[in-house]
């Protein structure tokens, strides 16, 4: 079955540390998408990537980094600069332009203890 | 500033009535049209869609409308179901990429 997987489902990292979510994808899509969502609050963008070995800043890119050195792969590192961390974190892919929009991951809850 | 804007963070609606869920945007530059259902701690998926050539589009119980003179986005449920209890985003696209509103959470009672 073609999907993406989002691990781990639930996260918890101490203050100061980075920490890397993983977004894994066999739908074959070119394009790829970190969104991050508070309560109360809709998908706001973080990164996204078009291609392999490319990928530009979204609406809130502070503190937060990404890689995408294979297609299937979009990893996500929340580093210790990032003031607000805990949320839920979507990843999402799609055929750029693609008339059916994005498919995505199941998230993954990020907690600052 | 926020192009696309869900107004009703909230409806509740009794079982069986339709539910009609509002999304209004600014930017005409917008060529497709989608909404997506998200249950709690899961990522949300793919409902209904529709293009800026139509003005309607039905699969079911789901129908989307669409107003383009008054940038206009509306989804109606109907028959209303518990299992329909969701968040329902709208999410709208061009140049290759969604933007999306910020969610109305849609309660069905039994």
């Known amino acids: 079955d073609g999907g993406i997987t989002q691990s781990p489902k639930y996260l918890f990292r101490k203050e100061g540390q980075n920490v890397t979510l993983s977004c894994e994808q066999n739908?074959?899509?070119?394009?790829m998408y970190w969104y991050r969502q508070d309560p109360g609050q809709g998908l706001r963008l973080i990164y996204y990537?078009?291609?392999?070995?490319?990928?530009q800043k979204g609406d809130i890119a502070e503190g937060y980094s990404v890689s995408r050195e294979k297609k299937e792969s979009f990893p996500l590192t929340v580093t210790s600069a990032q003031k607000n961390p805990t949320a839920f974190y979507l990843c999402?892919?799609?055929?750029?332009?693609?008339?059916?929009?994005?498919?995505f991951g199941s998230g993954t809850r990020l907690t600052v203890v | 500033d926020q192009q696309v804007k869900q107004n009703s963070p909230s409806l509740s609606v009794q079982e069986g009535r339709i539910s009609i869920l509002n999304c209004d945007y600014t930017n005409s530059m917008f060529d497709y049209f989608l909404w997506y259902k998200k249950y709690p701690a899961e990522g949300p998926t793919f409902l209904i869609s529709?293009?800026?050539?139509?003005d309607k589009n039905e699969d079911g119980r789901f129908t989307v409308f669409l107003n383009k003179s008054a940038k206009h986005l509306s989804l109606h449920i109907v028959p209303s179901q518990p299992g329909d209890s969701a968040v329902y985003f709208c999410a709208l696209g061009s140049a290759r990429q969604l933007t999306f509103g910020s969610g109305t959470q849609l309660t069905v009672l039994p």
């Open positions: 739908l074959n899509h070119d394009a």
């Open positions: 990537s078009q291609i392999v070995n490319d990928f």
């Open positions: 999402a892919s799609s055929i750029p332009g693609s008339y059916y929009g994005y498919t």
């Open positions: 529709i293009s800026s050539i139509k």
